[in-house]
Each structure stands twice: as structure tokens, then as C-alpha cells.
């Protein structure tokens, strides 16, 4: 059974950088995603990309800060985050996508504030 290990969040200001980590203990998903949880509210995939990284989707709130990448030899997918805003305040989560059929890992946290 595959396991998820999210990482690089950390508690920065609004309009700086974070770069996230999501290993796999094994081999990854043709499609992979990042999504992001908030208390009280449904969990949002925020990007995704197919296995080589040259057909990716963003949501709205996120696209053009935001950048999937993903290394398959290493079994990891990457989230460079720029200009953050305090509502990309979340826990980030990486699975696959769409059938979200891996155990979820314990997220990474981001906090945006000043």
C-alpha cells in the first residue's frame, strides 16, 4: 500500500514563497494533485498534472502563483507557491486524482499572515 508524506509548509508572510514536497512510498499515479483543507469546508484541488508535467490544471483562486511539478524517479510532486495570500491558508494534501484512492497523508499546514 502506497503512502503519502506532505511537507515544506511553514507559517510566512503574505505575498512570500513556499515550496511544498508530497513523497510517495511508492510508485506515483499517471495524475496527481495537490488539494488544501480548510475547517469546516470541503477539501479543493487546487493543481494536478499528468505523469510527464506537460498537461497541468490550476484552480482559479490559485493559477499564476501556483506551479505543479513532479519528479517520478523520486516518487515526488512538488507545489512551488508564490505571492501567497492569507486565504491559501490551508493544510495541503497531494493524491491522485480523480479517484483520490491513496490513504491521505497528515498534510503539510500553510499559514499565511502578517
Known amino acids: 500500500q502506497v503512502h503519502l508524506v506532505e511537507s515544506g509548509g511553514g507559517l510566512v508572510q503574505p505575498g512570500e514563497s513556499l515550496r511544498l514536497s508530497c513523497t510517495a512510498s511508492g510508485r506515483l499515479s499517471y495524475f496527481m494533485a495537490w488539494f488544501r483543507q480548510t475547517p469546516g469546508k470541503e477539501r479543493e484541488r487546487v493543481a494536478s498534472?499528468?505523469?510527464?508535467?506537460?498537461?497541468?490544471w490550476y484552480g482559479e483562486s490559485v493559477k499564476g502563483r501556483f506551479t505543479i511539478a513532479r519528479d517520478n524517479a523520486k516518487d515526488t510532486v512538488y507545489l512551488q507557491m508564490d505571492n501567497l495570500k492569507p486565504e491559501d491558508t490551508a493544510i495541503y494534501f497531494c493524491?491522485?486524482?480523480?479517484?483520490?484512492?491513496?490513504?491521505w497523508g497528515q498534510g503539510t499546514q500553510v499559514t499565511v499572515s502578517s
Open positions: 498534472s499528468n505523469w510527464a508535467g506537460d498537461s497541468t
Open positions: 493524491n491522485n486524482f480523480p479517484e483520490q484512492s491513496i490513504q
